[in-house]
T-cell receptor, first 112, second 118 residues
């Protein structure tokens, strides 16, 4: 079955630097891959979606890449700010049904 | 507000009690999902509704879990005879479109209900 791996350890980044989070999957590539942000005590909030045939997607300071050969998506936050501190989840949409397969998330801490 | 709301936000139950968790999705959203999220984990799928029809309940952990959405809007997740292993955050999400081959629509989540079973 499809498995997703995200860095389980928290990622500490200095303010102003670029934060890079990794999402690896094991089996066949998803049709779409989504990234969400989750703050403590809140539900996930959608950030970006990237399709199987797209290599890169950008939105303001956010950038997502998708490499189906490596079975990996990278999520970048440039010019990081303390307000970017949160847990970031990736979710795979295999395209065949409505279910999303979720990673466990990576906690990002931006230090001022 | 225009977002997904859930109530109660926190629920403490004694083992063996029944609980009911409510979700108010965004008005007009066809699809509704329930997830269970353990601490430090991602959401785990429980069940999916398309309007009032429960199309998939394969993620419900046992027959003690029951969900309904009788009028295609508000949904309730009921857990009978709660056990300690039921302690988790229960998330509700909705999205506008019909899922099934087109679930690329972003899901809108509520804040969740934190259930603690003593």
């Amino acid at each position: 079955s499809q498995k997703i791996e995200q860095n389980s350890e928290a990622l500490n980044i200095q303010e102003g630097k670029t934060a890079t989070l990794t999402c690896n999957y094991t089996n066949y590539s998803p049709a779409y891959l989504q990234w969400y942000r989750q703050d403590p005590g809140r539900g996930p909030v959608f950030l970006l979606l990237i399709r199987e045939n797209e290599k890169e997607k950008r939105k303001e300071r956010l950038k997502v890449t998708f490499d189906t050969t490596l079975k990996q998506s990278l999520f970048h936050i440039t010019a990081s700010q303390p307000a970017d501190s949160a847990t970031y989840l990736c979710a795979l949409d295999m395209g065949s049904n409505y279910q999303l397969i979720w990673g466990a998330g990576t906690k990002l801490i931006i230090k001022p | 507000g225009a977002g997904v709301s859930q109530s109660p936000r926190y629920k403490v139950a004694k083992r063996g009690q029944d609980v009911a968790l409510r979700c108010d999705p965004i008005s007009g959203h066809v699809s509704l999902f329930w997830y269970q999220q353990a601490l430090g984990q991602g959401p785990e799928f429980l069940t999916y509704f398309q309007n009032e029809a429960q199309l998939d309940k394969s993620g419900l952990p046992s027959d003690r879990f029951f969900a309904e959405r009788p009028e295609g809007s508000v949904s309730t997740l009921k857990i009978q005879r709660t056990q300690q292993e039921d302690s988790a955050v229960y998330l509700c999400a909705s999205h506008l479109g019909l899922a099934g081959g087109s679930s690329y629509n972003e899901q809108f989540f509520g804040p969740g209900t934190r259930l603690t079973v003593l």
